[in-house]
């Protein structure tokens, strides 16, 4: 069974920073790429930052590139996303999960970034 308990969200200033953490299940992060996903109200959920299995290659979506960045720990089974520079429209719930994502039962409770004044 897949584990995937994210932490680290908030309530932040435009600018601010924030570190989110991811605690997988350990086969299945070892094994595969992971990603940070978020969802705003009313929207779908997109990838904004992925990692390959060793951590040597990353990729980012364009309205992050600059200002998020993506690491892993394989041997704590966790993954990072460092967050600079937030905006108000950086205002989601984040997740995290296999790149491309598993099944709809895989996903965890997620945490909440709230980017305000």
């Known amino acids: 069974q897949v584990q995937l308990v994210e932490s680290g969200g908030g309530l932040v200033q435009p600018g601010g920073s924030l570190r989110l953490s991811c605690a997988a299940s350990g086969s299945i992060f070892r094994l595969n790429p992971m990603g940070w996903y978020r969802q705003a109200p009313g929207k779908q959920r997109e990838l904004v930052a992925g990692i390959t299995s060793g951590g040597g290659s990353t990729r980012y979506a364009d309205s992050v590139k600059g200002r998020f960045t993506i690491s892993r720990d394989n041997a704590k089974n966790t993954v990072y996303l460092q967050m600079n520079s937030l905006k108000p429209e950086d205002t989601a719930v984040y997740f995290c999960?296999?790149?491309?994502?598993?099944?709809?039962?895989?996903w965890g409770l997620g945490t909440q970034v709230t980017v305000s004044s």
């Open positions: 999960n296999t790149d491309p994502p598993l099944g709809k039962g895989s």
